[in-house]
């Protein structure tokens, strides 16, 4: 099992920055895939970025492509999601995730543990 603990969000105008962090605890953080999905209210769940184990791959939605950046410090077990010219509808709670893969790839689907989320609000 991993357990996994968000933080960085909060209140920003359009066009600022915000960096998530995720913590993971638990079993070996670098042997997981990792990834961000967001919720908007009334929404479902979408995938936002992902992370392959070594950090080497990145996989990214098309509305965050060019904005976001994902990466992962395995010594720290902690993975980032760097977001830059933030836009209101990126408003949303972000989660942080971790799944076994069997393959050094970024995941974008399937993934078994979550963590609690974290509130972006991005002001227009």
């Known amino acids: 099992q991993v357990q996994l603990v968000e933080s960085g969000g909060g209140l920003v105008q359009a066009g600022g920055s915000l960096r998530l962090s995720c913590a993971a605890s638990g079993r070996s953080f670098s042997s997981y895939a990792m990834g961000w999905f967001r919720q908007a209210p009334g929404k479902e769940r979408e995938f936002v970025a992902a992370?392959?184990?070594?950090?080497?791959?990145?996989s990214y939605a098309d509305s965050v492509k060019g904005r976001f950046t994902i990466s992962r410090d395995n010594a720290k077990n902690t993975v980032y999601l760097q977001m830059n010219s933030l836009k209101p509808e990126d408003t949303a709670v972000y989660y942080c995730a971790a799944t076994d893969s069997d393959y050094d790839l970024p995941v974008r689907w399937g993934y078994d543990y979550w963590g609690q989320g974290t509130q972006v609000t991005v002001s227009s």
């Open positions: 992370i392959s184990w070594s950090g080497g791959s990145t």
